[in-house]
């Protein structure tokens, strides 16, 4: 990756360069080493970045950060919500976290790991919402309630038609145990057919 962008010390487009550059970001109270790359202006050398550049980086690292603890990325919490069409206050309050908690999990923000969990087994499986929902019910007015419930009772259906391993799974095991049953009656009511 190359450009030529603005540099500001130079005051005219110069052409850049990528370098990679190997920091140590604290989070959580912790020093987290995580490496870069920021684009180097050839002729003096000085770092070219805008906002949104240094925005990318410091999300990088959060990211990389929760990759190595095992928890759920920035965009893989909003995936989970949007997959929902739920609303930011709809889906803090289900989770039972406060808006502005919930809000900074969407940008970047480490969740705490008990609702890192809650939030994994929603994305497993849809009913781990319902029954967060149902126990929650009392929270939201009636008429928003019922919009809730419908749009949780959609990704549950699709959920149930899907072709996800744990599915597939799932349909199998019920399919050979209802086949099995359906053997057993059969056996029961035919002895002909034990003797045969
Ligand atoms: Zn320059």
């Known amino acids: 990756m190359s450009a030529n962008q603005f540099c500001s010390t130079c005051e005219t487009d110069k052409h850049l360069k990528p370098q990679a550059v190997s920091a140590e970001f604290k989070i959580k109270g912790?020093?987290?080493?995580?490496?870069?790359?920021?684009?180097?202006?050839?002729?003096?050398?000085?770092?070219?970045?805008?906002?949104?550049?240094?925005?990318?980086?410091?999300?990088g690292a959060y990211d990389a950060y929760k990759y190595a603890n095992g928890l759920l990325l920035t965009d893989d919490i909003i995936a989970i919500r949007e997959k929902y069409q739920l609303s930011l206050r709809d889906f803090s309050k289900i989770l039972g976290v406060s808006y502005i908690t919930y809000h900074r999990y969407e940008k970047g923000a480490i969740p705490d790991s008990s609702i890192n969990s809650l939030l994994v087994l929603i994305n497993e499986n849809p009913e781990n919402l319902k029954t967060l929902f149902e126990q929650s019910k009392e929270k939201f007015n009636p008429a928003i309630a019922q919009k809730i419930q419908i749009k949780i009772d959609n990704v549950v259906a699709e959920f149930s038609d899907d072709m996800c391993s744990d599915c597939h799974y799932q349909q199998y095991y019920e399919k050979t145990f209802l086949e099995r049953t359906a053997q057993m009656k059969l056996t029961i009511s035919n002895p002909y057919r034990i003797a045969n």
Not at 34 to 45: H, I, N, Q, S
């Open 30 to 59: 912790k020093k987290f080493p995580y490496t870069y790359e920021v684009l180097v202006c050839e002729k003096c050398g000085e770092y070219v970045s805008s906002p949104a550049q240094n925005d990318e980086i410091l999300k």
